[in-house]
């Protein structure tokens, strides 16, 4: 157990309203990864982060946005949410974000209707 | 950009059988890493195994074995003696040395054991 804990772990919101989701660790790691996986698309990169307030932008980031105030904590928010980002979002980390491996949290399942 | 391609969506073998997915990926880079995952009904995402591109030996974890290719860019995963715990989706992913920009993963391939 790589101590990741994602909230919720299933939501349903409807079109054009705003949310959060919540990717916590407990082991004080530098690198943390939000993925979505859909069908067909395996997963995907969203945003990430390699330290507090230090955040980039992964391939699929239209309409994402995070936010890393303190070392255990990685928000993605949508601003406003629509159909498409219907989806299972992953949170992951890297114990030194060079050539190791990811530790995913368990995922949370997102309906847009 | 990275590319990580798994050409087969769904592969079936009988139990106690042997099977191996595929992984061709496309990279400038000569220092790399690869990895198997793999993802059960319950979603969490399971490291399987692991390979450094600079090694030429080819990695193993108990039934689970590496083919890599290096020139042909090829990364096939074999399941020795499948058994019933081994169905999952299996994702194949790319990770470039030194980079701290994520995985890049393949679609994925849906493996069926049958009993």
């Known amino acids: 157990d790589a101590g990741i804990t994602q909230s919720p772990r299933h939501k349903v919101t409807e079109t054009g309203t705003p949310v959060t989701l919540r990717c916590h660790q407990t082991e004080n790691h530098r690198y943390m990864y939000w993925y979505r996986q859909d069908p067909g698309h395996g997963l995907r990169l969203i945003h990430y982060?390699?330290?507090?307030?230090?955040?980039d932008k992964g391939e699929v980031s239209d309409g994402y946005s995070v936010s890393r105030s303190k070392t255990e904590d990685f928000l993605l928010t949508l601003e406003s949410a629509t159909s498409s980002q219907t989806s299972v979002y992953f949170c992951?980390?890297?114990?030194?974000?060079?050539?190791?491996?990811?530790?995913f949290g368990n995922g949370t399942r997102l309906t847009v209707t | 950009a990275q590319t990580v391609t798994q050409s087969q969506p769904e592969m079936s073998v009988q139990e106690a059988e042997t099977v191996t997915l595929s992984c061709t990926y496309d990279t400038s880079e000569s220092d790399y890493y690869l990895f198997w995952y793999k993802q059960p009904p319950s979603r969490q995402m399971i490291l399987v195994i692991r390979?450094?591109?600079?090694?030429?030996q080819n990695a193993t974890e108990n039934r689970f074995s590496v083919n890599f290719q290096k020139a042909a860019k090829s990364f096939s995963l074999k399941i020795s003696d499948s058994q019933l715990g081994d169905a999952a989706m299996y994702f194949c992913a790319y990770l470039p040395g030194g980079g701290a920009d994520g995985l890049t993963f393949g679609k994925g391939t849906h493996l069926i054991i049958q009993p």
């Open positions: 982060s390699y330290g507090v307030k230090d955040t």
């Open positions: 992951a980390i890297s114990l030194t974000g060079d050539n190791s491996p990811l530790h």
């Open positions: 390979q450094e591109a600079y090694k030429q």
